[in-house]
């Protein structure tokens, strides 16, 4: 009947740096900001790819490895999917400490581009027209929201223009692929969103959670054009 599931050598991920190269820079300049959104590309497709070990063997991060009396499953690579869970844990942990320190590098990068300008009637005008600095412009704008859905829950209205969403802004949303691969990396887990509204002066944030069992198509309830 094999051994019991505590006799299974579950290795282990070790600790220290990790293969994804997550650097310990201040992420303030362009050119270590850009560095960051390749590390953060490296980390998607790294964990695209161990989803698609797990997938392979027909399970996900939850899926039970024993059989009912304690026992291995004899149909799975059980010592593999272990290694392959504990990397995807380690790169979460990973993806979410490199999207706030891009976050950070936007917004410095953003208040260090605003102190260089040289103070002008037009330029000024020309901003707010735009709403603002160009790691915030728009770059979606939300066409509808179910009711009930993640995106309703979040406080997000039909008509908002989207700054963030995540790590994807204007610069990398590559006609909303970004915003999809943010939502595939964190589902169950809050994304945060900026938006420009019409009646607020100021961009609006707020979480967004992707879900899949809010009752309606696809984990956000809401449909974005881009911009």
Known sequence: MGLPMRDVHTPTVASGATSSGVTQGSGEDPASLTELIAQKDNIEAEMSALGSVLDSHGVNMNTGLTTFDGFPRADIDVAQ???????????????????????????????????????????????????????QAPFAKVNSVAIGSPAETAGLRVGDRVTLFGTATWMNHEKLSKVAQVVAQNEGRPVLVKVLRADSADPISMSLTPRRDWGGRGMLGCHLLPI
């Open 81 to 135: 999917i272990r290694t392959t869970r504990a990397r995807i844990i380690r790169l979460r942990n990973d993806y979410k400490a490199i999207m706030t320190r891009i976050e950070a590098g936007l917004h410095t990068h953003h208040a260090q581009m605003q102190a260089s300008q040289t103070p002008s009637a037009s330029l000024s005008t020309t901003a707010a027209a735009s709403g603002g600095s160009s790691t």
